[in-house]
């Protein structure tokens, strides 16, 4: 299982421009995240889906957008790119059963708003 | 809302040393607490994590403990080595069936040669 993974490693995206993050997992989980890292700081939650077709916002969910049309892909589109959204962007996934919360994490997406 | 604070933000020790982090949360109905490690440029990595109806938990080195009436939890290192240093993030789960996990804001952890 190559777990979860995300595409671009690193991207610099003009203030305005538009770009999607990608997020794959190959462990069939029905859940799946996006957070973003701020220097120094933990991760806040943008936003989630328990399966395909449904999700919801996390505590950051402005500037961004997600869908979720099959069970291993959770992309993330950011729209109208600004400054404050340089960041860590990591994807999660895990079971969606009780007692197998385990969060998997990618290995992240770091992105710079010039 | 829901919210973790994690004490302290940065932790230096001797090698050899024990180390502890702390963490309280907010959401009385938190029932899953997670540690995870990460190394400078890294994913996050789960350490060892808790469920509300056990105490305390230990793999080898590490340990974490409960309580829920304080609404606290906190990791223990014993016996630090090198290549235990990282930041340490605590969690908490909401949401109920969502399996959300909020996120203290991290301990920089650095052992001493």
């Known amino acids: 299982n190559a777990g979860v993974t995300q595409t671009p490693k690193f991207h610099i995206l003009k203030i305005g421009q538009s770009m999607t993050l990608q997020c794959t997992q190959d462990?069939?989980?029905?859940?799946m995240y996006w957070y973003r890292q701020d220097p120094g700081m933990g991760l806040k939650l943008i936003y989630y889906?328990?399966?395909?077709?449904?999700?919801d916002k996390g505590e950051v969910p402005n500037g961004y957008n997600v869908s979720r049309s099959t069970t291993e892909d959770f992309p993330l589109r950011l729209e109208l790119a600004a400054p404050s959204q340089t960041s860590v962007y990591f994807c999660?996934?895990?079971?969606?059963?009780?007692?197998?919360?385990?969060?998997?994490f990618g290995p992240g997406t770091r992105l710079l708003v010039l | 809302g829901e919210n973790v604070e994690q004490h302290p933000s940065t932790l230096s020790v001797q090698e050899g040393d024990s180390a502890v982090i702390k963490c309280t949360y907010s959401?009385?109905?938190?029932?899953?607490f997670p540690w995870y490690k990460q190394e400078l440029g890294k994913r996050p990595q789960l350490i060892i994590d808790?469920?509300?109806?056990?105490g305390e938990k230990k793999d080898q080195r590490i340990a974490v403990t409960l309580n829920k009436t304080a609404k606290h939890f906190s990791l223990h290192i014993t016996e630090t080595q090198p290549e235990d240093s990282a930041v340490y993030f605590c969690?908490?789960?909401?949401?109920?069936?969502?399996?959300?996990?909020?996120f203290g804001t991290g301990t920089l952890l650095a052992v001493q040669p």
């Open positions: 999660a996934s895990s079971y969606p059963l009780r007692d197998q919360e385990t969060q998997y």
């Open positions: 462990m069939n989980h029905n859940y």
């Open positions: 889906s328990v399966g395909a077709g449904i999700t």
């Open positions: 959401d009385s109905a938190s029932n899953y």
């Open positions: 808790i469920r509300s109806n056990v």
């Open positions: 969690a908490a789960k909401y949401g109920g069936a969502t399996n959300k996990l909020i």
